[in-house]
């Protein structure tokens, strides 16, 4: 992932792919600490991080426990640390994307999502869009893929800014959706099914 404080105004997608392939996140996913137990940490929908229930107000800190987050086979959330295993609570999906940066059209099109935490994905075979509908309230619930299991919830200008770039396209395979990085992802309703055609 890459911050903010290497992404320069005016990086191409392009520049931002190459400082997310030079960044490094601590390998937690070969930590195996002892676990140590819960903690009164919650990540709200809204991707707010509360600690003893009131808001964590250091954004730099939350960027910081953000980068030793992993979600276990359990399904559980946990902090880990070479030496601790905390699990913490997720409302929805710990990450919120909250603006969009698109690139080119049709199948030669990118899409990069700028995450609450200042971090930058882009869509596309490892990262995929899937778009899962509330079954109360018929409403799409749109995520990106962001690393090791990790999602962020795509917020709702986000997501109606896709659908309108989508309709703009014309719907040229039939199926509201974009492409990205050289897979389709569909925009509409899915069945909560994962989405997305190509790569793995």
Known sequence: MAGLDTVQPG??????ARLLADKRLPPVERWNPPYCGAIDMVIKRDGSWLYLGSPIGRHA?????STV???DE???????????????????????????????????RRLGFRLNTDDYVIAGPNNRLRVE????????????HVR????ALINRPVFY???????????????????SDGVFFPLGDTGGGEIGEGGS
């Not at 990086?11 to 931002?16: K, N, P, R, V």
């Not at 090791?148 to 999602?151: A, K, M, N, P, V």
């Not at 309108?164 to 974009?178: F, K």
């Open 11 to 16: 990086q191409s997608l392009a520049d931002i």
């Open 61 to 65: 800190l939350v960027k910081l426990f």
């Open 69 to 71: 987050l992993r979600r």
């Open 74 to 108: 359990d399904g559980r959330y946990y902090l880990v640390t070479p030496v601790e295993k905390l699990q913490i609570t997720v409302e929805d999906a710990p990450f919120v994307a909250v603006e969009l940066v698109s690139e080119g059209k049709g199948g030669q």
């Open 133 to 144: 509908v509330d079954g109360k309230t018929g409403e799409p619930r749109p995520y990106i």
């Open 148 to 151: 090791r299991g990790l999602e």
């Open 161 to 179: 800014e896709l659908v309108s770039l989508a309709m703009e396209e014309g719907g040229e395979t039939g199926t509201l959706g974009l492409w």
